[in-house]
């Protein structure tokens, strides 16, 4: 039998593991423990009650990104610190015996000690997803935001382009971001699908702003409406004025893909 026991194996040093984690986001009130809000549900809470119950109380966990509250993740990348001697398949099995339904561990790697998460990874990947049907999804509604009336895709990847690159995204910066400087790089934009239908936006990029990817989404929505015209994305971004661009896209469209960290790419 290879499920941990509930008493701990001697300790044989701080010990520091990958894991790749899929989660549905709606239950949950983002990725981190919030300081004073014990009762919010996050990943990073339970994942911890999971980590105590098999002996590790102490574990030092670290994600990636932080996800916002209703944000899912397909590939977020944590790392846990502790002292327990334990192989990484006797962990994933253990975890996700413990672990509720809308969260998984779905890799784990041993790695060197001191091995952080937010501080290896190099470009995460988002993907926003829109269902663009003039009748609502039932099988979609958790995972694509509905916009009803028809969107004009070129138009809104004609827009898009205009954010490719390194620049201040302040007009795309949520109020009450912590972030030292609103300078960030997306490496690309790849808006596929077609008006009715599906239509997918992915945004590569070496880190983001706290709802920076919802608010780049709601922004290209209002392109696609013709609420902005593409020619008015430039003078959006240059105004480093948030309420110049689009409202704040809703949190369960967005999917935290994949994340480049240098161990799993």
Known sequence: ?????????????????????????????????QAGARSAR?????????LASIGC???????????????????????????RALEARVLLRALNARLPQDVAVVEVREVEPGWHATDAARAKLYRYRIWNGAVRSPLRAGRFAWIQEPLAVGRMREAAAVFVGTHDFSALRAAGSSARTSVRTIRTIELTGETGHQIVVDVLGEGFLRHMVRNLAGTLIEVGRGRFEPGDAPRILASLDRSQAGPTAPAHGLTLMRVWDGVGD
Do not use: N
Not at 16 to 33: A, T
Not at 69 to 82: D, L, P, W, Y
């Open 57 to 83: 109380p102490d574990a030092k966990i670290q994600a990636a990104g932080r996800t916002d509250t209703g944000v899912h993740a397909e590939g977020q990348i944590a790392s846990v610190e502790f002292e």
């Open 1 to 33: 039998m290879d499920r941990p026991t509930s008493t701990p194996s001697p300790a044989t040093g701080p010990r520091s593991f990958r894991l790749v984690l899929e989660y549905d986001g709606r239950d949950f009130e983002g990725w981190q423990v």
């Open 42 to 50: 996050t990943v990073q809470g339970v994942l911890a009650e999971a």
